[in-house]
């Protein structure tokens, strides 16, 4: 307690606070000193409220389950003792930047003295807020400045902070009269040369600090990750008190910034724009081809376009001869023409105005084509539909329809419907942008990266063994097959350079038990030196005795398979290496992969989830099974590494290599928990899936071939240019 006096008091001796009157007035209302505490206690334990009281401008829809989350999130942080660093995914749109930016800040520097009593330690007196781009910081300190200088709620509930600083303000800092440093910064600058001397920040907020372009290659991802680890993090670190930082963002990238610490470092929370989308998919994919349908609404706009002419024409006609100028029909509106528009579209325009523009552009036209109309009307078709048709789709257009059949539907189409700001974001809203864009829908509403239509090892191309442990050891994924299981495994080594611009090495085994299907076994996908990979090689051997091992050997990588035989041998392990040189291009042997994994002849570990609408599986995403799924769902990606897929079809490959000898005839079984024997599901299907390897080795064997005549008929080509150039070719020797 002696502390927190003591620090609270020296506080009040560098920033003196107003003195609080016995009574302030506010909105005609006179308020007394006690009411004024109760009122800013009440405002310290609701974020939202206190906006909501001063700034009614910028809360101008109710608030969201998100909005209240980062309320007790920010609270719990500022009040906390330092050092908390948490990620908040958000949909764009849903004010996050009003709340954490803005409101938040502008809380923190009200309720300084009531910060301090809470958490018993240092006042939060430097904030710095960092965005991708300057300008948006500096616009934020622009409406804190101005809220700061002629908000009324300030002035009387908060004088100690109302009011002009004491230094002068500008663009990118500012001081309160309370003593509070306001800072702005964008993405990759140095924090240090925005803070004021001697200061380190207590509060650093990165609001939307990724950009597209930022995310757009590896090596601008990983200069973001470095500043924040380099520049940001090691600013905030202070014995006193380490900085808290709040990471609010929607993603850019798979792999940006602010997916990575939500996936492996910082604490997080996702938000999504719908939690649950409606029950009947139906309706709305009835609904999503009439919203698209843009073919069917120039047929049907066109055929009302006509319908108009014929309904019109003599009277524009008239009209025209009679002197009547169109540069002023926009001014009136007869009623003719609105009774005509109305019969011919069914319908009329939301506003006057429009109806008006379509009469003058009408006139336009006929002013335009006067000598051949109405006779060649057919010619100039296309220019009468251009001068109605804006109009007509308004009424008759594909969003009108599919409007209309929403409301006809709209208790059926909203069953099962949860989503997250009904007053800004109505569920119809969102599914216009969904049905326009899905992906971009489902990356910037939904927080969800979502594959292009043309992946090949989507996650529904992929069928599961299970596996308990979330976490599995070598040891623990040879003990879940049977004996008499076939393992091969298979190396691409990498250079052993840890640079990002060098591709990872990857060791893959494949697991087949007696008739059964094969299975990844093992994955270890990671950059590492020859040295280790070499090591790690044979301590896999020694759990999975593997029957081959295929090592690419293409330049260096043939000395490497050397000396993982001799070292071996001399661990006395010995390790039966098969030197694999394929001159087949990468990408066209690893998408041959894709036909046995959606067969399900290739099986991915996965964990066994069992819910009311039945089981399914997430994949197993623990060291290199993580990097090999990441691999394999982004495959064809330009910043995207094929080190594991690669060595995924070299150790198929390999399996078909060793198998080709004959087949186990054995099923197995394994026994579950209650002690039942049951078929595993490894082992369906064994009688197709060897009729399809055999397929698969003869057509291997057919391309070998090929491959051969193919090298011998370059040889033969290669020799007779020879001869050629020698001056040789036709003479007898």
Not at 235 to 261: C, F, N, Q, Y
Not at 425 to 441: C, D, S, T, V, W
Not at 488 to 512: E, F, N, T
Request: proline share 5%.
């Amino acid at each position: 307690m002696a502390t927190k006096v003591s620090s609270i008091r020296s506080i009040e001796r560098r920033h003196p606070p107003r003195k609080r009157p016995d009574f302030c007035t506010y909105d005609g209302k006179q308020y007394s000193a006690a009411e004024v505490e109760e009122e800013r206690q009440k405002n310290f334990g609701d974020i939202l409220r206190f906006g909501r009281r001063a700034l009614p401008h910028w809360f101008t829809a109710p608030s969201s389950r998100f909005h209240k989350y980062l309320d007790k999130r920010i609270r719990r942080m500022a009040c906390g003792q330092g050092g908390t660093e948490h990620v908040v995914l958000a949909p764009r749109g849903n004010a996050k930047s009003t709340l954490v930016s803005k409101t938040s800040v502008l809380w923190i520097i009200a309720h300084q003295i009531e910060i301090l009593q809470a958490n018993g330690n240092v006042p939060l007196d430097c904030i710095v807020i960092i965005s991708y781009a300057l300008g948006l910081p500096v616009s934020f300190i622009i409406d804190i400045k101005r809220e700061l200088e002629t908000n009324s709620y300030l002035r009387a509930f908060y004088p100690e902070c109302f009011g002009a600083g004491r230094e002068k303000w500008t663009e990118q800092k500012i001081r309160t009269n309370n003593g509070v440093w306001v800072c702005a910064g964008s993405t990759g600058q140095s924090i240090r040369g925005i803070l004021p001397e001697n200061k380190r920040p207590r509060w650093v907020v990165l609001d939307d600090c990724e950009s597209m372009e930022h995310a757009a290659t590896e090596k601008q991802r990983e200069k973001i990750w470095k500043w924040l680890f380099s520049d940001v993090r090691p600013t905030g670190e202070a014995p006193e008190r380490k900085a808290d930082i709040l990471a609010v963002g929607t993603l850019v990238h798979r792999d940006s910034m602010i997916s990575r610490l939500r996936k492996e470092f910082w604490s997080s929370r996702p938000f999504k724009a719908v939690r649950h989308f409606a029950d009947n998919q139906e309706l709305w994919d009835t609904w999503r081809d009439m919203y698209l349908d843009i073919e069917g609404e120039m047929a049907d706009a066109r055929k009302a376009a006509t319908r108009l002419w014929n309904d019109t024409h003599q009277r524009l006609l008239d009209a025209i001869d009679n002197g009547e100028d169109p540069d002023d029909a926009d001014t009136y509106l007869h009623q003719w023409w609105e009774d005509a528009f109305k019969a011919a579209a069914d319908g009329l325009p939301e506003h006057d105005n429009d109806l008006r523009e379509a009469y003058q552009e009408a006139l336009f036209f006929v002013e335009d084509y006067r000598d051949e109309l109405p006779d060649a009307i057919d010619e100039v078709a296309d220019e009468w539909e251009n001068a109605v048709l804006e109009a007509i789709r308004e009424i008759i257009g594909r969003r009108s329809k599919a409007r209309k059949f929403f409301e006809d539907n709209h208790d059926e189409m909203m069953k099962g419907v949860r989503f997250l700001w009904p007053e800004a974001q109505p569920y119809y809203r969102l599914m216009q942008l969904m049905a326009e864009n899905p992906i971009a829908f489902m990356q910037e509403m939904q927080n969800e990266i979502r594959l292009s239509a043309d992946q090949l090892f989507s996650r529904d191309a992929w069928s599961f063994y299970h596996v308990d442990r979330a976490r599995p050891t070598p040891e623990y994924m040879k003990s879940l097959f049977p004996k008499g299981t076939i393992f091969v495994g298979a190396c691409d080594p990498s250079m052993g350079k840890q640079s990002k611009k060098h591709d990872p090495a990857a060791i893959i085994i494949l697991a087949k038990p007696p008739g059964g299907r094969w299975c990844i076994a093992w994955a270890w996908v990671r950059r590492e030196k020859p040295s280790e990979i070499l090591r790690r090689i044979i301590e896999l051997n020694v759990v999975f005795k593997c029957r081959g091992w295929a090592v690419e050997a293409v330049q260096f990588q043939e000395y490497f398979a050397d000396d993982i035989v001799e070292k071996a041998e001399a661990a006395g392990v010995p390790v039966r290496v098969h030197k694999y040189r394929d001159q087949t291009p990468k990408e066209i042997r690893i998408r041959g992969l894709e036909p046995h994994v959606v067969n399900g002849r290739i099986l991915f570990p996965g964990r066994r989830v069992t819910t009311d609408n039945g089981d399914y599986f997430i994949p197993i995403t623990a060291g290199g099974f993580r990097h090999l799924w990441e691999q394999f769902e982004w495959f064809g990606e330009s910043d995207i590494h094929d080190d594991g897929p690669d060595a995924t079809e070299m150790a198929w490959s390999e399996a078909m290599r060793v198998t080709r000898a004959g087949q186990t005839q054995v099923q197995w079984t394994r026994t579950n928990r209650t002690g039942r024997s049951y078929q595993d599901p490894l082992a369906d299907g064994a009688e197709d899936i060897r009729q399809q390897e055999e397929d698969e080795r003869q057509r291997r064997d057919d391309f070998e071939r090929e491959r051969e005549a193919r090298k011998s008929e370059v040889s033969d080509k290669d020799i007779l240019q020879k001869l050629h150039r020698l001056g040789l070719l036709g003479k007898r020797f």
